[in-house]
């Protein structure tokens, strides 16, 4: 059995080479895919609020120092849907594939939405008209999150 301390460092590692891999290919993909909220939600889901909610906080504050923002912006965004995600999935019923994805998509999007509320009140401006591929953000989000979920239950049960 693999310990969840490893999986969520791991995690971490993996989010900041893939954070990296994106930003060099092209800086919009790092707009359109959110590697930091996929490991958040990941986390969430698989281990709980608690683990949402922390691992929200630490990856949220990697992103700030690897998009040089001011920290504590995505940091508290990520934490904030981390832990109402762990929350949340353990009251409802989540066995269907669909069901995570309309789960994920929800959570995703309000990630997102406490995101920009706190940007436009910090810099008074808003990315929703200059970045319009930041939309698409919580559909990447959640499909990537509902495909790692998925691998990941298969690879428990398996091994």
């Known amino acids: 059995m693999v310990r969840k301390g490893l ?8 989010a900041a080479a893939f954070y990296s891999l994106l930003g060099s290919l092209n800086p919009v993909l790092v707009l359109l895919i959110n590697a930091w909220a996929i490991l958040v939600f990941f986390s969430a889901l698989i281990y709980g609020e608690i683990e949402g909610a922390v691992m929200g906080t630490i990856a949220g504050l990697l992103q700030d120092a ?9 940091g508290l965004s990520l934490t904030i849907a981390g832990f109402l995600l762990g929350w949340t999935s353990q009251k409802v019923n989540l066995n269907t594939f669909y069901k995570k994805i309309i789960f994920l998509f929800f959570f995703s ?3 997102l939405i406490i995101w920009v509320i706190f940007y436009y009140f910090i810099f008074k401006k808003s990315l929703l008209y200059s970045r319009p591929e930041i939309y698409l953000q919580p559909v990447a989000t959640t499909l990537i999150t509902a495909a790692l979920i998925t691998f990941f239950h298969k690879l428990k049960t398996t091994g």
Do not use: E, M, R
């Open 109 to 111: 999007l309000l990630q």
């Open 7 to 14: 999986v969520l460092f791991l995690g971490l590692v993996l």
């Open 66 to 74: 690897f998009s040089h923002s001011i920290f504590g912006l995505a």
